[in-house]
């Protein structure tokens, strides 16, 4: 139990396009999901929590209206990286909870994103 | 001072070998504690929950000292698949998570 998906796993786009990322709970509800980041031989890094119906909570320093995340259902979180540039080449990772506070994460598979 | 805190390694060891990683946390508040596996260029994969008592699933023993502030892994007989960076992930009562940085494992024939 506990699936996480993530859509697409792989993403080659040029500069200035904007590139949406798709998150959902297979077989649980997510009231909350989590949008990371990870740059090559870093430690991930949280960039916003994601709240079902109302706006999402971002972490310092990360651009809410660059980084643009809805929430709409409880099984569907989506990301979109606006007018993306090559410095937003990285790794991006959802998750989600299946249960309370207490319980673990599930992460999707994660997207690689490459901007040329 | 991290919130969560990891030894980065990388530990090198031998096939069979029996190793053990270290996490330290500081906020007293925190809740429940869990283990993670992230391979090169994958997602983290939840690896083990670890509870008061301590608990164990296979070659993977975890621990929990709430008095000291620390929670640790140990990996018996040591596989060459187990080679991998382990994440030390911390939950608070109020759902904050943080992760440590990661202890990166190799495991050599």
């Known amino acids: 139990g506990a699936v996480v998906s993530q859509h697409p796993s792989w993403v080659i786009c040029k500069s200035g396009t904007s590139v949406k990322i798709e998150c959902r709970s297979l077989?649980?509800?997510?009231?909350?999901m989590f949008w990371y980041r990870q740059f090559p031989k870093q430690s991930l890094m949280l960039m916003a929590t994601s709240n079902e119906g109302s706006k999402a909570t971002y972490e310092q320093g990360v651009e809410k209206d660059k980084f643009l995340i809805n929430h709409a259902s409880l099984t569907l979180s989506t990301l979109t990286v606006t007018s993306a540039h090559p410095e937003d080449s990285s790794f991006y990772i959802c998750?989600?909870?299946?249960?309370?506070?207490?319980?673990?994460?599930?992460f999707g598979d994660g997207t690689r994103l490459s901007i040329l | 001072r991290k919130e969560v805190e990891q030894d980065p390694g990388p530990f090198n060891v031998p096939e069979g070998a029996t190793v053990a990683f270290n996490c330290t946390y500081s906020n007293s508040a925190s809740q429940s504690f869990f283990w993670y596996r992230q391979d090169c260029r994958k997602e983290p994969k939840l690896l083990m929950s670890?509870?008061?008592s301590g608990n164990e699933d296979g070659r993977f023993t975890a621990q929990l000292n709430r008095a000291s502030q620390y929670i640790s892994l140990l990996i018996r007989d040591s596989k060459l698949s187990d080679s991998a960076t382990y994440l030390c992930v911390v939950n608070t009562n109020a759902g904050k998570s943080t992760f440590g940085d990661g202890t990166t494992l190799t495991v050599k024939p």
């Open positions: 998750s989600a909870r299946d249960g309370d506070r207490v319980k673990p994460q599930h």
């Open positions: 077989d649980f509800q997510a009231t909350t």
């Open positions: 670890v509870y008061s």
